[in-house]
């Protein structure tokens, strides 16, 4: 049963800014969060593509942006690292406001399509087409569909009767992740040898070679994607109050999760379908902005977007700096998994 509109509004002011420890972030910390995450992408960016095998110039770059100079210059732009760079944005941005949006919906600031086995899930299917060489072009849509099962899985492995153990989440994240793993070797035996690297890129994490075909792809899901879960702010705030709470300001319960299960889900599988498998991205960038911003979902969805494609744009870059390159994959994990130890920690002292 619904409370009436007064006593709703009575209850968010009484309880989820006091209680529940639910703050607005002011106006000018917003605004100064995202021109400060903005303007850091948009350096990045500039610093991508310039910096490579190819070095070149401020002048140069500007110049084969706008389509003059030398003809290399161009090539290498247009052809090589803008698309490789958006895929890192397109990528980042939806890892990262998977993340958050996981993290909401379970209360659980460990949760991340990486950690929970989402990701395999999309991985998997993925694997299986490349292998067996089959509509590779609905690989964002067939992922889509593996990474949801893998929630459902995962959901209802962790679900008790009072709510969502936080250990039990992680060890069926793992279980999963480690069954997905065995049948993606299995296909891997099977599979053709001239397929088998295409297929290990992605179990690592890659953006080596993904081009405009990639970004088309996969950007359309991606982009509807974040605007779907942009949408869903409002119920993620309710959420955070509790379920009881949730359900007496009007929030039904099952239907919200699955609709942000499956729009996290889309956001996984299609980064999975552009760069494989990476990750931390959607653990460390929300927990980067709520330190920001606050908790309030309406400002935390759209700077993880933003955020996480701030931090996958400079993996990116890093793993192009040294003598050999590095897969994305690799970098991130090298950056995120000292943050998730400082978590378990942080977590074990609170305890």
């Known amino acids: 049963m619904q409370l009436p509109t007064k006593l ?15 703050v607005s972030p002011t106006e000018s910390r917003v605004l100064t969060a995202t021109v400060i995450l903005c303007l850091a992408l948009l350096f990045t960016v500039g610093v991508s593509l310039a910096s490579g095998a190819v070095s070149m110039s401020a002048s140069q770059l500007w110049q084969a ?13 247009w052809d090589l690292r803008l698309p490789r760079i958006l895929a890192a ?15 909401g919906m379970l209360r659980n600031g460990l949760a991340d ?3 929970l086995g989402i990701s395999a899930g999309a991985g998997l299917v993925a694997i299986a087409l490349i292998s067996l060489g089959l509509f590779l072009a609905w690989i964002p849509l067939f992922a889509w569909f593996g990474s949801l099962l893998t929630t459902i899985i995962v959901y209802f492995l962790a679900k008790r009767s009072d709510g969502i153990s936080v250990e039990r989440l992680i060890l069926a994240g793992v279980a999963v992740s480690s069954l997905f793993g065995a049948i993606q070797s299995v296909l891997l035996l099977m599979a053709e040898d ?24 996969a950007g359309i899901y991606i982009c509807v994607a974040l605007v779907l879960g942009c949408s869903l702010s409002r119920t993620l705030n309710l959420l955070s109050l ?14 919200s999760r699955i609709f942000i299960g499956g729009i996290a889900a889309l956001l996984s599988a299609s980064a999975v379908s552009v760069a494989g498998l990476i990750g931390f991205v959607g653990l460390i960038v929300p927990h980067g902005i709520r330190l920001l911003v606050g908790n309030d979902y309406r400002v935390l969805l759209p700077l993880s977007a933003v955020g996480g ?8 870059l890093l793993s192009r700096l040294g003598a050999v390159e590095l ?25």
């Open 242 to 255: 509790g379920d009881d709470l949730a359900v007496g300001l009007g929030v039904n319960l099952m239907r």
């Open 89 to 103: 944005m397109l990528v980042g941005s939806a890892l990262g406001m998977a993340g958050a949006m996981l993290q």
């Open 194 to 217: 001239g397929r088998v690297q295409t297929a290990l890129s992605w179990l690592i994490g890659s953006l080596n070679g993904r081009g405009w075909g990639e970004v088309n792809a």
């Open 8 to 22: 709703r509004k009575f209850a968010i002011k009484k309880f989820a800014l006091k209680r529940f420890d639910f």
């Open 309 to 316: 494609a701030l931090v996958l744009t400079v993996a990116d």
């Open 113 to 115: 399509p990486f950690l």
């Open 65 to 77: 942006l706008i389509h003059q100079g030398e003809p290399l210059y161009q090539t290498i732009v």
């Open 327 to 351: 897969p994305v994959g690799a970098v991130t994990a090298l950056l995120g998994s000292p943050v998730f130890i400082w978590l378990l920690y942080r977590r074990q002292s609170a305890i």
